[in-house]
């Protein structure tokens, strides 16, 4: 089934604007703004939803107010009322274990340790696409992962997602226009890894 719903993963409220774990939240945010489209609660799913299109296509763009924990009470709730299966939603987020900045597309698998994706498998299914955009490791190894995720981007990380996100929006158009299939053969590229090492070793 062709993609109809894009959801951004994040936590709602000023307090988490702009942390690592609110990627998904910024890419939507951006793409909504590039599609010149407003967000509007619906208190039905806990969710603020933008309509938009996309190749002539209309899409929802989603950013669950549930909290991260919480996402799949929100996104099974928007599903249900629309009558759609899993395989019609894909989900942007942050992975730890991609290098800082990368993109992934992939259908199924793990919640790869991401306690959003973890609810959305147990409440919704599992044929959704995962989107996922990397924020690497540690900037400490001795920090706490929970401190990682939630603290805010740094100079050097907020540079290499801004260098990225016009990148990350054409994907998202890519997949809606030509499918899961064709958009992973393009998107899962891995970049020239020299470039990767350079910016990572420009960091605060």
Not at 15 to 20: D, E, F, L, S, V
Request: proline share 3%; glycine share 8%; aromatic share 6%.
């Amino acid at each position: 089934m062709a993609i109809s719903v894009i959801a951004g993963l994040g936590n709602p409220g000023a307090a988490y604007h702009h942390t690592r774990h609110n990627i998904g939240f910024q890419v939507v945010d951006v793409l909504a703004e590039h599609l010149r489209a407003t967000w509007q609660r619906e208190q039905r799913c806990k969710a603020l939803v933008a309509n938009v299109r996309i190749a002539g296509q209309p899409i929802h763009l989603l950013k669950p107010q549930t909290y991260m924990n919480a996402s799949g009470a929100s996104l099974a709730a928007f599903l249900r009322f629309y009558k759609l299966p899993d395989s019609a939603l894909a989900v942007v987020y942050d992975e730890i274990n991609l290098d800082r900045g990368r993109l992934k597309l992939s259908i199924g698998g793990s919640d790869g340790g991401h306690n959003g994706i973890a609810d959305i498998m147990r409440r919704v299914g599992n044929e959704f696409l995962r989107y996922r955009i990397g924020l690497g490791t540690k900037t400490h190894p001795e920090m706490d992962l929970k401190d990682y995720v939630l603290g805010r981007f740094n100079a050097a990380e907020k540079a290499i997602i801004e260098s990225q996100i016009n990148h990350y929006i054409k994907g998202l158009e890519l997949l809606v226009r030509q499918g899961p299939v064709l958009a992973m053969n393009h998107l899962n590229i891995r970049p020239n890894r020299k470039k990767a090492n350079e910016s990572d070793s420009n960091e605060e």
